[in-house]
Each structure stands twice: as C-alpha cells, then as structure tokens.
C-alpha cells in the first residue's frame, strides 16, 4: 500500500485526488488543509511514501516551506503542485531537493503515475517543461543517471520489463523512463531512441 499525504487547501482538490487514488486501489491518502497541518500529520505519524504539497497553500511561502517539509521527513519523496507552471519553477523545485513537480493540469491518468514514480523514488517533471530545459542542447541533453541505465538497456534491445527486472523497478516506472528519454532525445519510439543514442555516442 502507497501511503500519501496531499496537503492543499483547496478542499474539492484534495477529495478528488484523493478519491481517484483510492480507486485506482493500492493507494492509502491523508489530506491536509496547510503546512502547519501537513506536518504536524508526519510528525505524528510514520511510513508515508510521499508527500504532495501546494505551492501556494497558507505556511509554505514558497520554497521555505518545501526546505521545510524536505528536512522533517529525511529519505521520504517529498513533490510540489501547483496551478501554475512558469519556465523555472519546476527547475528550482528540483534543485531544491524535491521529488518533482506537478502541474494541476496534469490529466487524472498523468498525475497517479507521476505519484506512482515519485513514490518508487524517481523524480517526475513533465514533458512539456522537459522540453524547456536550458541543457537540451548540450551532448548529454540532460539524461539523469538512472535514464542513462535505462537508455543502456534499451541500446541492448531489452524489453520494459526486462529492464524492470535488471533495475529493481517496477515496470510502469520503466516506461515513464522510457517517454521521458524519447522525449529528451527527441525519439519517436524506444527503437528510435536507441537509434539515436548509438549515433550520439550516448550508449
């Protein structure tokens, strides 16, 4: 069972994500109104496997608020919503130490993979906003280390779950990998992307 805390205080938000996951069963969901809230809930509690909190909810005053709520739960995935996506925001969430960034208008599937990844302790940014990335360019286009085994297992011709298997992971997480590197790589398909990494030198 994947335990989530949702902390924002738009309470129609945090019923509907919190009944969609729950129907999608294997997810267990605790709701929060604010900061404050959100982490008197962790401190009284234990074996969260993320937290998902509103940028702009009363208590977080930006970035302090996830510094925050980072350092009361060490080791614990902790990721931003947020209404609004400006070029930058979801660069600095990261660079901040979080698990990811979500818009809200991320469809209902998107969002419950993105928790999913999260959870598994992969960092989820959208595809859109990967797009914007400064280092597209450059010769690595910004692969993380994991997308890079992930890019070296699909250079051997293996399957997703294959790969699930090598990695210890599950394969719906491997998949997302896979989107996110055809769309750094600007690939049409997995075959394609192995393709271009063997032209790049990437694998």
Known sequence: MTRVLIADDHDLLRDVLRSYLEAEGGF??????????????????????????DYSMPGMNGFDGLAKAIAAVPGTPVALMSGMAPVGVAEKVLACGAAGFLPKTLPARSVVNAIRFMAAGETYMPLDMIRQQPDQGSPDIGLSPREREVLSRLCEGLASKEI????????????????????KLGARNRTHAAMLARERALC
């Open 28 to 53: 267990s969901v605790v709701t929060a109104a604010d900061l404050p809230s959100a982490l008197e809930l962790v401190a009284g509690e234990e074996g969260f496997d993320l937290l998902l909190l």
């Open 164 to 183: 699930a298997r090598d990695l210890g992971l599950r394969e719906p997480t491997i998949k997302l990998h896979v989107k996110t590197i055809c769309r």
